[in-house]
């Protein structure tokens, strides 16, 4: 249990990695990166996470590092994809690839679609007894 005087002495990105550790498909890295086997801050589903907080009103995301990420991600069982967290105050942004976003968005959709007509069927199966 967190008291306020802990929380207090916490640094934003200690409880930001908190925050995506407790998140549903979350866990925390041992470690946070400091030890070779433990890349990165959190895993989140099928993502490995970056976390960063800033207190400036921007943030420069390096095309080297989110590389790195990537190639992380993929070492880490069972493969995993790359993803930033970056908070700015009160806005709390998730960066990945546009490829991957793309391909989660239409499969969500596709299961969507499937839902729909399954509930379509149900519906129709009910009616006729």
Do not use: C
Not at 92 to 116: D, G, K, P
Request: net charge positive; proline share 2%.
């Amino acid at each position: 249990m967190d008291t306020p005087w802990t929380r207090a002495k916490k640094a934003r990105h200690e409880l930001q990695e908190q925050r995506i550790g407790r998140m549903e498909g979350g866990a925390r890295q041992n470690n946070s990166g400091r030890i070779w086997r433990w890349h990165r801050d959190n895993t989140l589903h099928n993502f490995l996470v970056e976390a960063r907080t800033t207190k400036a009103d921007s943030y420069r995301i390096d095309r080297k590092e989110f590389h790195n990420i990537r190639k992380e991600g993929f070492q880490t069982p069972p493969g995993l994809l790359a993803a930033m967290q970056i908070d700015f105050h009160d806005l709390h942004l998730m960066v990945t690839e546009l490829s991957v976003f793309q391909e989660r968005e239409l499969r969500l959709i596709e299961l969507e679609t499937r839902v729909e007509a399954l509930e379509a069927e149900l519906a129709k199966v009910n009616t006729v007894k």
